[in-house]
């Protein structure tokens, strides 16, 4: 696909980490798939991978933790 933000790259395949905080909770998502552009580096989460990254997201929350750390699994 064509970047959106520098409108001059294309996207490739790839991870990423993301961070998502609420409150004082934070959550790390490592290995999240993305498209990146080559040529500015703008990261693209599809819609499935960021309804996933919410609702695991969420369940951490309801558990009460302050900060977690995990591999994403879609």
């Given at each position: 696909m064509k970047c959106a933000i520098c409108r001059?790259?294309?996207t490739t395949d790839g991870y990423s980490t993301t961070?998502?905080?609420?409150?004082?909770?934070t959550?790390?998502?490592?290995k999240v798939p993305v498209q990146i552009c080559?040529?500015?580096?703008?990261?693209y989460v599809s819609a499935e991978v960021n309804?996933?990254?919410l609702s695991q997201a969420h369940?951490?929350?309801?558990?009460?933790i302050t900060l977690e750390m995990l591999d994403?699994?879609?």
């Open positions: 001059n790259g294309t961070v998502l905080e609420r409150d004082r909770v959550v790390v998502f490592k080559n040529n500015c580096g703008e990261e309804e996933s990254l369940a951490e929350w309801e558990r009460g994403f699994a879609a």
